[in-house]
């Protein structure tokens, strides 16, 4: 499965962003789709994660209650809606897929897009 990554940006503290992730090659729906993000100087980390079946999600506590992620596998895309961004939010954000393993863990991802910038300003 190839993966695309879009809709980072720059905006003020506070504001939203809504991040997508296009997926195409092989069938989208039986991997699990998680987004990771890495800031300059830090290693990458763990955002949110959602099941191929678009049930259960995961989420980092640094971003619990401000992001939601979802898919739509009729679209192949899945979404990360980002509200109450902070500058500590600053970071590429990258979308990952899997089949299974510990999804927090970026190594156990096979797929990844190529990264969108989100800068949030104070």
């Known amino acids: 499965v190839q993966l695309q990554a879009s809709g980072g940006g720059l905006v003020q503290a506070g504001g939203s962003l809504r991040l997508s992730c296009a997926a195409s090659?092989?069938?989208?729906?039986?991997?699990?789709v998680a987004w990771f993000r890495q800031a300059p100087g830090k290693q990458r980390e763990f955002v949110a994660h959602i099941y191929w079946g678009g049930g259960a999600s995961h989420y980092a506590d640094a971003v619990k209650g401000r992001f939601t992620i979802s898919r739509d596998n009729a679209k192949n895309t899945g979404y990360l809606q980002m509200n109450s961004l902070r500058p500590e939010d600053t970071a590429v954000y990258y979308c990952?897929?899997?089949?299974?393993?510990?999804?927090?863990?970026?190594?156990?991802?096979?797929?990844w897009g190529q990264g969108t910038q989100v800068t949030v300003s104070s």
């Open positions: 990952a897929a899997q089949l299974g393993g510990d999804y927090r863990l970026p190594e156990k991802y096979g797929y």
């Open positions: 090659g092989r069938a989208f729906r039986n991997y699990s």
